[in-house]
């Protein structure tokens, strides 16, 4: 059975192979592709400030795809393509060459309801992803309708209640 993913994306460091965070962003989506995730949608890329010590901007995007695998086994390949872009998790919040969340897992029967943790505290959604403009932001381009399941908020309806708190602009 196929379920809809929700994924974001983000780089703000170059890679030796597929360059400047930008084409960092397009061969992780092309990684994801040829792992064979079904991708419908992936988002323009924006330009964000980082969260955390000073470091370069982050270029972020969202996908929406197809899979066939639990929630466990796309979590390992997510961390899988991290790994093998280079990404190493030594730092909170520092700078990274791509970073891949996994916000939203459902099924069709029940496309707004699941939420997962791992024994290692990982969460999906992800627990500050409805607080986050540079997830939500992208996310507005490939599913603005997905309703959060904890918040039962719409992408468009947290997006809008950020630029209100935050002066932000939303597309």
Known sequence: MLTTVLIALGSNRRHPVHGAPRQVIYAAVLALQAAGMEIDNVSNLYSTAPWGPPQPRFINAALK???TLPVTDLMALLHSVEADFGRQRSRRWGPRVID???IAYATDMHPARLQWQSG???CVPHKLAHLRPFVLIPLMDVAPDWR???TSLTVRQMAFRLQSRFGLRCP
């Open 120 to 122: 290692r505290g990982l």
């Open 148 to 150: 959060h399941p904890v």
């Open 65 to 67: 795809a197809k899979t």
């Open 100 to 102: 891949l969340d996994l």
